[in-house]
């Protein structure tokens, strides 16, 4: 036994190198980003949501990424509920800004490659899953595909993210911070 222990640390791959988590922070390239994504023409259903208000819209993008991830593009949480992802054959696990995951990339057409991200550290900052631009256009399928089905912004039933679900924990934080944001402006 103790044999296998070491033959598995002998292949194991090194860690990377210790460094701190930075603090989140909204920066305006995403918000750039946002903006020509409500521009487009792509998202009906958002721009039909939000009507020709984009500061609601992006104050609803901002919090919901800082409720999920703190804006800490890196942010990486395993979903011990959710089974493999279709994938990547590993545990199924919430990634960057919005919380998404490679078979996104099967079901909504994200630009995650794991071909490209296998080989990389988990929190390798360069992998295609951690790139804001591809967050941000998937998180946009992802909820013009919810407003779609009729489902609207919040709901109480079953939805991508459970900090858009009324009836779940996470959900008081994002309404608090939406409603934060609202009165204050969006800077932290």
């Known amino acids: 036994m103790k044999f296998l222990r070491w033959l598995r640390r002998l292949f194991k791959k090194p860690a990377p190198p210790q460094a701190s988590q930075p603090k989140g922070e909204w920066r305006e390239e995403w918000e750039a980003i946002l903006i020509a994504f409500y521009s487009s023409t792509r998202f009906p259903n958002i721009r039909k949501e939000f009507g020709l208000n984009s500061e609601n819209f992006i104050r609803f993008m901002k919090t919901l990424s800082l409720v999920e991830s703190g804006w800490v593009i890196t942010c990486r949480y395993v979903e ?23 078979q996104d990339s099967i079901y909504h057409g994200a630009k995650f490659d794991w071909e490209i991200d296998k080989s990389k550290y988990p929190t390798d900052p360069s992998r295609t899953i951690f790139k804001p631009l591809n967050q941000i256009e998937a998180a946009m399928i992802i909820l013009e595909k919810q407003l779609a089905k009729g489902k609207g912004l919040i709901t109480d039933g079953d939805y991508y993210w459970s900090t858009l679900n009324k009836n779940r924990p996470q959900y008081q934080k994002f309404k608090a911070t939406l409603e934060k944001f609202a009165k204050e402006g969006m800077n932290e």
């Open 80 to 102: 011990t509920g959710l089974g493999k992802d279709r994938v990547t054959g590993e545990q199924n696990t919430s990634e960057g800004l919005f919380q998404l995951s490679y």
